[in-house]
């Protein structure tokens, strides 16, 4: 063998053991935990710590869930007879909700409000309204936003959505 294939042979060599070299480090040093590689720590107790009341944590964790959840009631496909008459929305405030809600209806596709309500208290509900855009015959598909404020500091906490689906007849 001569000369210039061995020196082929050796730069290949080398070239392999450095990718393979790169490989290894790359395992040893950057790969996850897989989640099956996890430690747990072996001074931790199960269950409740001493002198949590049970029924309280419970109760303080159903708050902060009632908080959190924003709970609200709407036709998603309610129908107008004509652009300017009262259709049936049935946007409802459930009781249990403990939040104002103010109701938004933007068209999907241009985002222009077409229905706005004032505030809505808990337990209260609005059946039939008439649009603020007259709409001409058809089909519209338009997303009713809730914001939740404060039943008692009339706070922001949120928003949320629904697609609806609003048929004007005539």
Do not use: W
């Not at 609200?72 to 107008?80: A, E, G, M, Q």
């Not at 009339?154 to 005539?170: C, D, F, K, L, P």
């Amino acid at each position: 063998m001569d000369k210039a294939k061995k020196r082929i042979f050796t730069i290949i060599g080398v070239l392999l053991l450095i990718a393979l070299t790169v490989v290894v480090c790359y395992f040893l040093f950057y790969k996850k935990p897989a989640p099956d590689d996890l430690l747990f720590d072996d001074n931790a107790t199960t269950g409740v710590m001493p002198g949590v009341d049970i029924d309280e944590r419970r109760k303080e964790l159903q708050d902060l869930l009632d908080k959190s959840l924003i709970a609200f009631s709407i036709n998603t496909s309610p129908v107008f007879l004509n652009g300017t008459t009262e259709g049936n929305l049935l946007i409802e405030n459930p009781g249990n909700n403990a939040k104002l809600l103010q109701v938004s209806i933007q068209m999907k596709d241009t985002e222009e409000e077409i229905y706005a309500s004032k505030y809505l208290k808990p337990g209260t509900y609005i059946e039939n309204a008439k649009l603020q855009k007259v709409l001409e015959k058809g089909t519209y598909e338009a997303i009713a936003y809730f914001s939740a404020y404060d039943e008692e500091t009339h706070e922001y906490i949120g928003r949320t959505g629904a697609q609806i689906s609003i048929t004007v007849q005539n």
